[in-house]
């Protein structure tokens, strides 16, 4: 870590530069305000240790230029006892803390020490977001991009949030949706299916496994037109959501996430092919002449 210590006493400035020097720091010294500024300038300190009544120019002056330059350095401010109410003002103007002379070696160190961990675990959190914040976006990207339904629920199973897939499937627009309850778009016949499986409860292994259900379409409310369907038949998985570990004893239901696949399509190949089978065996069965069916191999079936 690197410390700029600014004071216009040289012998002073000497001794806090040994001082700190010995616990591995890596110390700048300057007599002036102007100087600290030049050295600001050309580098990148941690920590600057500012006293705050200098010749030419004051310590306020130089805490301002910091926070508009160099604003990743934290500043602890050197007082007297009769300027008490100027380190008070450089608190306000976003000093870290102040050291009231003379103080003790380990007064200075810890405070130092205290300044620095608090920079780490600020630029930590900052990583830490930074990474949130990416995670959420690709995440977002993800969902949003989905051909599933996906959706969240409040505990008394209200729309919190739905994916944009909800409109090309069933002519929802997602804001639409958007607090009214999950029964506003199940299909009349299933609402009683939904219960146990659009609103879940369970999570994990628990929870019940993918089950079909028939969704309603948006209509303007015309009525259905002519060739419209009246459903959409999606495989719905769903888990319950807890603000505590699922086996806290103490958690509360907070609602429902849930995903739902459009299986239309799969759901009128198995009708067709249904179909197809029943009519060759009513074709078989009104047959005149002998049927005989069998492999490429010449095994009959």
Sequence with gaps: DSILIVDDDPRFCDSLKVLLSNQGYQIQTSNSGREAM????????????????????????????????????????????????SA?????????????????P??????????????????????????????????????????????????????????DAIEPLLSFE????????????????DIDKARYHFNERRTGKRAAVSTELR??????????????????????????M???????????FTGTYGVGRDISARRQAQEALRDSEENFKALAANANDGILIATGEGVHV
Excluded: C, W
Aim: charged letters at 30%.
């Design 88 to 104: 008070i003002e450089s608190l306000r103007r976003g000093a870290y803390d102040y050291l009231r002379k003379p103080f003790e």
């Design 215 to 240: 969704l309603k379409f948006y209509h303007n409310g015309d009525g259905l037109k002519p060739f419209e369907r009246e459903y959409l038949t999606v495989e719905l998985k769903a888990m319950g």
């Design 106 to 163: 380990e007064e200075l160190l810890k405070t130092v020490e205290n300044a620095l961990n608090n920079k780490r675990l600020e630029r930590e959190k900052r990583t830490i977001q930074g990474k949130l914040a990416l995670t959420e976006k690709r995440y977002r990207y993800l969902v949003d991009n989905s051909p599933d339904i996906i959706y969240i629920l409040d505990h008394e199973g209200r729309f919190t949030f739905v994916n």
């Design 38 to 85: 030049e050295y600001l300038v050309k580098n990148n300190f941690d920590l600057a240790l500012l006293d705050m009544v200098m010749p030419e120019m004051n310590g306020h002056e130089i805490m301002d230029y910091i926070n508009s330059k160099s604003p990743e350095t934290l500043v602890i401010v050197i007082t007297g006892h009769a300027s008490m109410e």
């Design 174 to 189: 997602a804001n639409q949706l958007i607090g009214n309850h999950y029964t506003s778009i199940v299909f009349e016949e």
């Design 242 to 252: 807890y603000d505590r570990p699922v086996d806290s004893k103490d958690k509360k």
